[in-house]
């Protein structure tokens, strides 16, 4: 007999728990949204009594095998929220943290109305030089990162989000990426940078 999703729920839930992982109920229902195909958990409890079909089994078991492992919910959801927008993330460029939104608050205070240029290095999945760019019409944003693969995220994410005529994306190491000598090379007005700060032998113990 096919298990309802209350009953996947309650499983993945205790895996995900057994396996050390932090608000085990809300990751597994924000990954069977995903498997559903359903926009938000509000969806779910409205038919958490349906039944499980084959292929939902097998794309759900998936995800929480990934989760168990380690894997964070933003990469297997393939998305993360900042600032009230829904980026797209992948392993290569960074997860937006809640508490990145603080620095683009105040950036977008000091850019508001204002025509500037702003740089934003280390841009990973552009969260903030979207952000930025939308925040703030007039601003005309540069945005850099050594990481093709963050780079390519980045311009995916601004092309969804309607920024691309306000940013420039630039390969390169911090302001090795800039062509100092180009007669367009002009002071920034400002710039923002949330360089991935934890050494790499560190990761693995958070």
């Not at 025509?115 to 990973?124: H, K, P, S």
């Not at 420039?168 to 700060?197: K, M």
Request: hydrophobic share 45%.
């Amino acid at each position: 007999m096919r298990p309802s999703l209350n009953d996947l729920l309650t499983d993945a839930a205790s895996r995900l728990r057994a396996a050390g992982v932090e608000n085990a109920r809300h990751d597994a229902e924000e990954l069977l949204c995903r498997a559903c195909g359903l926009e938000d958990r509000s969806a779910l409890f409205l038919n958490n009594d349906g039944k499980a079909e084959p292929a939902l089994l097998s794309v759900f078991s998936s995800y929480i095998e990934r989760r168990a492992a380690g894997e964070p919910l933003q990469y297997i959801m393939g998305e993360a929220w900042f600032y009230g927008r829904r980026f797209a993330v992948r392993p290569g460029a960074l997860i937006p943290r809640p508490e990145t939104e603080l620095l683009a608050e105040r950036a977008v205070a000091r850019l508001r109305d204002t025509e500037r240029r702003v740089m934003d290095l280390c841009t990973g999945s552009g969260a903030i030089a979207v952000t930025l760019a939308l925040e703030c019409p007039e601003a005309r944003v540069t945005a850099t990162d050594v990481s093709e693969a963050a780079l390519a995220c980045a311009r995916e994410n601004a092309a969804a989000l309607g920024a691309t005529e306000q940013i420039e994306f630039l390969h390169g190491d911090l302001f090795a990426a800039l062509d100092f000598q180009a007669a367009s090379c002009r002071p920034f007005d400002l710039i923002v940078c949330n360089p991935p700060y934890i050494p790499t032998g560190v990761i693995d113990t958070l």
